[in-house]
């Protein structure tokens, strides 16, 4: 099964931008819908964007704009590009497969606070 590894989270401050990576320890071989989801402090973990195997991508109306997400299947890499934060996109992100019968176990994930 493949595993997810996050990084690239930290402390920014409102407007400013992060670079999220995602690194699978498997090949995704194009074939998988990949995701970015996030879990703020008492809410749940919301898909926030995803990219189908195709290349098509999703964005929740709260990123809509924002955030973009890209894959890479050939470095095995998924990155989410978050411009223009603000304090609500403060969470822990995380990244996994969108669809359930490739989910892997949920990581760590990555922490991003948006703060001044």
């Known amino acids: 099964q493949v595993q997810f590894v996050e990084s690239g989270g930290g402390l920014v401050q409102p407007g400013g931008s992060l670079t999220l990576s995602c690194a699978a320890s498997g090949n995704i071989g194009s074939l998988w819908n990949m995701g970015w989801w996030r879990q703020g402090p008492g809410n749940q973990r919301d898909l926030v964007a995803s990219v189908t195997s195709g290349g098509t991508t999703n964005y929740a109306d709260s990123v809509k704009g924002r955030f973009t997400i890209s894959r890479d299947d050939i470095k095995n890499t998924v990155v989410l590009q978050m411009n223009t934060l603000n304090p609500e996109d403060t969470a822990v992100y995380y990244c996994?497969?969108?669809?359930?019968?490739?989910?892997?176990?949920w990581g760590q994930g990555t922490q991003v606070t948006v703060s001044s």
């Open positions: 996994n497969a969108v669809d359930p019968i490739y989910r892997a176990k």
